[in-house]
């Protein structure tokens, strides 16, 4: 059911997408704690200096009332303004082209359509990836372990937002290793970055998709 797609992709689309990130060598722990708002400052400095990367994705899923996890592999390419795809292993697609943002299954035969703007007020990761440049103005900022201080707590201040919470693993330099969403129904997403490459060259034909004929659309 293309519900059951939602529930999952909701978890990493505001993020999503993001969203910027770099070559992931996680850095140990520094040589003098940094506070919270230092370690937002160098996120914010680095993703604000980043207009594209690639990378692979590795996604876990814990859907909390059926008490399974879901394993999720892909790539990801993104480039500012607005744009981002994720094309995962297993047939299922996020796009967004700066106006509109697709969800479509293969298995299903399911693509689904909102606005940018729905998808922005959903809170989903995708949101938050794309602007990472700015994530102080879309969350309050917590770092809950004084001994991981390169570990944030992020708190969605809009309300309403369908994200609980959203944790962070960055390195000294402000990339982003490690995303973990938590929605307000007890699931979690887990999100992993590889093989990134800042300020590579997105086709923008990458932004364009055709759906394939027979599937069924589905506008929200």
Known sequence: MYTDFIASKRLIFFALII?????????????????????????????????????????????????????????????????????YTNGQMIMVDGKTALFYSKKSDQVIRKTFADVQQMNVPVTFLLGAAHMSDDFDVLQPDPKSPLSLELLPKKPGAAMKKLNLVTDETG??????????????????????????????????????????????
């Open 19 to 87: 969203f910027f990130f770099s070559a992931l060598t996680f850095a140990g722990r520094p040589a003098r704690a940094q506070t919270g708002q230092e370690v937002v400052s160098r996120v914010e400095n680095h993703y604000s200096n980043v207009p594209s990367l690639t990378a692979k994705v590795t996604q876990k899923n814990l859907l909390k009332a059926i008490g399974k996890t879901q394993t999720f592999e892909g790539a990801i390419w993104m480039r500012k303004p607005g744009k981002i795809r994720i094309d």
């Open 175 to 220: 990339r982003i290793s490690n995303i973990t969403i938590f929605d307000k129904s007890g699931n979690t997403a887990e999100i992993i970055l590889s093989e990134v490459q800042e300020g590579a060259s997105v086709d923008d034909r990458l932004f364009s998709f055709k759906v394939p004929k027979g599937t069924e659309i589905i506008e929200q």
